[in-house]
C-alpha cells in the first residue's frame, strides 16, 4: 500500500522540475528580449521593435508547448490523473518557494496544466487559483532602485541623466536639464512638507522601453509623501537623445501605464517589486493593469481572476445588460460596482454583418499584437470562465441564451461561458454627448478625431466608426473597442464618391457605380453622426480633412515606405519647448 504514492510522488516530482525547467528557459528568454530593447532604440530600428513584441508574446506559447511535450516524455504515468497534478503541485511549491519571480513561475505551472486540461476542472487544490506565497515587497536580495540626495537639484537630475544606461549622447543636456528644472519646480517644490534639500529622488534600475520612446522611472521622496517621477527620452535618429518631457504626478504617469497601451520592454527580474513599487506610484491601478504593463500579460490574467472572484465575494450586485446600444456581433453584460465589461461573441450575426466567429476571434488576436498607441483597450481573452448564475439578472439571462446560446451553459447553481473577452469600462462616446456640456463635446470631438487619425497612423482602420464604437475614459480620453471590422490601413482602398455620369445614374436609388470589398469612402463618415448635428459641426470644424481621400492615402503612402509615425501618451502642451526642432514629427495625443 505504501508504494502507490512513493511512485505517485517522484512521478510528480519530476513533472514539477519538468515544468519548472520550462518556465527558467521562458523567463531567461524573456529577459534576453527585454534586454536587446536599449540596442533597438539607439538604432532607431521600429520595425525591429515591432516585431520583438510580437516575438515576446509568441515566446510563453511555445514555452507551454515545449514543456507539454517533455512532460510526456519525463512520465508514463496518465496526465489526465488530477490526483498527479496534486502532487506535482505540492512539489512545484516547494521548488520555487522564495523564488524572485515566484508569482511568474506558478502562473506558468497553470498555464502548462491549462493546455492539456478543460479549464471548468480548475481548483486551488491543483493549479494556482491563490498564491501559494504573499505578493508583499519582501527584503530583496538586491535593490530594485538607485537613491539620489543631495541640496542642488539641477546636479541630481543632471547626475541621473549621465549615470543612465543609454551609449549614445545628449542633444543638449543643458536644455534638457532646464526643461526638466522648470516643471519640477511648478509641479513638486511648492508642495514639499519637509527641507526641500532633503528631498531623495529613487530610480528604477531599468529603463522602460515602448515604441520610440525610453521612460526613466522612479519616484521623489519627501518623508511620508511621494511623487512619480519619469523623464521620456527621444532619438532624434541623428545619433542623439533628447528628454521630450517631465512627468511628476499620479495622473500624468497612470496614461503612460494605461490598459490602452503596448506592454513595456523592461527588464524585470524582480516582476512582484516592480509591481510593489509602481503599485505606489499609481495607487488607481489594480495589480493585473501593472502585470500587463510589465510585460507579463499571462499573470496579469490570473491577478484579474482573483481581483473579480474577490469582487464578486465582497458584492451583492448582478450582472446586467451594458447600458447602450447593442452590438450587431458582440453581447455585452457588466456589474454595475465593477467598472470590467464582458462581452461574447454571439451565434449569429444581423445584416450587412458578414464576419465569421474565426475573424472576430482574428481581429481580437491581431489587436493583443499591434501597436495599441493608446487609442485601443487591451483585452483579456478567457475560455470556460465559471460564474455563480445567482448574480446574473433574469433579464440577462434571457438575453444570453437567445444571442449566445452556444457560449453558455447552466451547470447546476453556475453559469459556464465558453468563451469571453473583458475589457475596462469606458463610457460610450454616444452616451456621454447627450449629458455633455458644450465644452466637453467640443474637447471629446477634438479627441474623437485624434483617435481615428493616431489610429491610422499605427496603420490601423476602425472600419465601423459611430460614436457608440467609441469610449470615454475617466481622463477624458476617447479609445476604440469595437474590433470587428478592423483592418490594416494599408489594405483598404480609398476612394471619393464618382459623380453620376448622367440623368439616369442621378436619379437611381442606391450607388450608380461599383463597390470594392475593400472600398472605403471618407466623404460618408459624416453619417456616423446621425442625430447629433451639434457634435457634428464641431467635429467638421477640428478634423474635416478626415472627409478627405488625400489624407488617407498620403498615410497610406508613408506607411509602405516604412515610416513611423510617433505617438506618445501625453498631450502636445507637455512636451518641451527646446527652442529648435528635433528633428522629429511627433504625434502626441
Known amino acids: 500500500m505504501a508504494i502507490t504514492p512513493l511512485i505517485h510522488n517522484s512521478t510528480a516530482r519530476r513533472m514539477a522540475k519538468t515544468i519548472l525547467n520550462g518556465f527558467r528557459s521562458y523567463f531567461a528568454d524573456y529577459l534576453n528580449a527585454t534586454l536587446s530593447a536599449k540596442a533597438r532604440f539607439e538604432k532607431a530600428d521600429w520595425h525591429g521593435v515591432q516585431q520583438a513584441n510580437v516575438d515576446r508574446l509568441e515566446l510563453y506559447k511555445q514555452k507551454v508547448a515545449q514543456t507539454v511535450m517533455y512532460l510526456g516524455m519525463v512520465t508514463n504515468k496518465d496526465l489526465a490523473n488530477l490526483a498527479l497534478w496534486a502532487e506535482a503541485k505540492k512539489a512545484y511549491t516547494q521548488l520555487v518557494f522564495n523564488f524572485p519571480n515566484f508569482e511568474i513561475a506558478e502562473t506558468f505551472f497553470n498555464s502548462v496544466f491549462s493546455d ?77 512638507k519637509g527641507p526641500a534639500d532633503k528631498l531623495k529622488f529613487d530610480l528604477l534600475e531599468s529603463t522602460f522601453y515602448r515604441g520610440k520612446a525610453a521612460y526613466m522611472v522612479g519616484r521623489v521622496v519627501d518623508g511620508d509623501q511621494t511623487f512619480p517621477m519619469a523623464l521620456v527620452i527621444l532619438n532624434n535618429e541623428q545619433g542623439q537623445l533628447f528628454v521630450d518631457t517631465a512627468m511628476f504626478n499620479s495622473d500624468d504617469l497612470s496614461v503612460v501605464f494605461s490598459f490602452t497601451r503596448n506592454h513595456f520592454m523592461v527588464d524585470a527580474p524582480l516582476p512582484y517589486q516592480y509591481a510593489h513599487f509602481l503599485k505606489h506610484l499609481m495607487p488607481s491601478k489594480l495589480d493585473y493593469e501593472i502585470y500587463n504593463s510589465l510585460g507579463f500579460p499571462k499573470h496579469a490574467k490570473t491577478e484579474f481572476y482573483r481581483q473579480m472572484v474577490h469582487h464578486l465575494n465582497n458584492s451583492d450586485d448582478k450582472f446586467i445588460i451594458a447600458p447602450g446600444i447593442k452590438g450587431m456581433v458582440m453581447t455585452v453584460f457588466t456589474l454595475p460596482s465593477y467598472k470590467i465589461v464582458f462581452k461574447i461573441i454571439k451565434d449569429k450575426f444581423a445584416p450587412p454583418k458578414e464576419v465569421t466567429h474565426q475573424i472576430v476571434r482574428e481581429k481580437y488576436r491581431l489587436v493583443s499584437r499591434h501597436d495599441r498607441i493608446g487609442r485601443m483597450a487591451d483585452t483579456q481573452e478567457f475560455d470556460n470562465l465559471v460564474f455563480p448564475l445567482e448574480r446574473f439578472s433574469a433579464e440577462l439571462i434571457d438575453e444570453l441564451q437567445k444571442v449566445a446560446a452556444s457560449s453558455v451553459e447552466i451547470r447546476g447553481d453556475k453559469l459556464v461561458i465558453k468563451h469571453l473577452y473583458t475589457e475596462r469600462y469606458m463610457t460610450p462616446l454616444n452616451i456621454y454627448l447627450e449629458t455633455a456640456s458644450d465644452e466637453e463635446i467640443a474637447s471629446a470631438m477634438d479627441e474623437y478625431g485624434n483617435c481615428i487619425k493616431q489610429l491610422a497612423a499605427a496603420n490601423i482602420f476602425p472600419g465601423d466608426m459611430p460614436l457608440k464604437n467609441f469610449g470615454v475614459t475617466r481622463h477624458g480620453r476617447v479609445v476604440f473597442y469595437d474590433y470587428d471590422e478592423i483592418a490594416f490601413l494599408t489594405d483598404c482602398n480609398f476612394r471619393k464618391i464618382p459623380m453620376p455620369r448622367n440623368e439616369i445614374e442621378e436619379m437611381q436609388s442606391g450607388t450608380w457605380y461599383t463597390v470594392g470589398p475593400d472600398d472605403i469612402f471618407p466623404e460618408e463618415f459624416r453619417l456616423f453622426f446621425s442625430g447629433n448635428t451639434k457634435a457634428r459641426k464641431m467635429f467638421e470644424e477640428m478634423h474635416s480633412d478626415l472627409y478627405e481621400v488625400e489624407f488617407w492615402q498620403g498615410l497610406q503612402e508613408k506607411i509602405r515606405d516604412g515610416y513611423v509615425l510617433d505617438v506618445f501618451p501625453y498631450r502636445r502642451a507637455k512636451r518641451f519647448n527646446r527652442g529648435k526642432n528635433s528633428g522629429l514629427q511627433v504625434f502626441s495625443d
Not at 153 to 165: A, G, P, V, Y
Not at 174 to 181: A, F, G, M, Y
Open 116 to 192: 492539456l486540461h478543460d479549464h471548468d476542472k480548475i481548483s486551488d487544490d491543483i493549479i494556482y487559483v491563490l498564491s501559494s506565497q504573499l505578493i508583499e515587497a519582501p527584503a530583496a536580495e538586491y535593490s530594485i532602485f538607485v537613491r539620489y540626495k543631495g541640496a542642488d537639484h539641477r546636479e541630481i537630475f543632471r547626475q541621473i541623466l549621465k549615470e543612465s544606461e543609454f551609449s549614445l549622447p545628449g542633444e543638449d543636456i543643458e536644455v534638457d536639464l532646464d526643461c526638466i528644472l522648470k516643471v519640477f519646480n511648478q509641479e513638486v517644490l511648492p508642495f514639499v
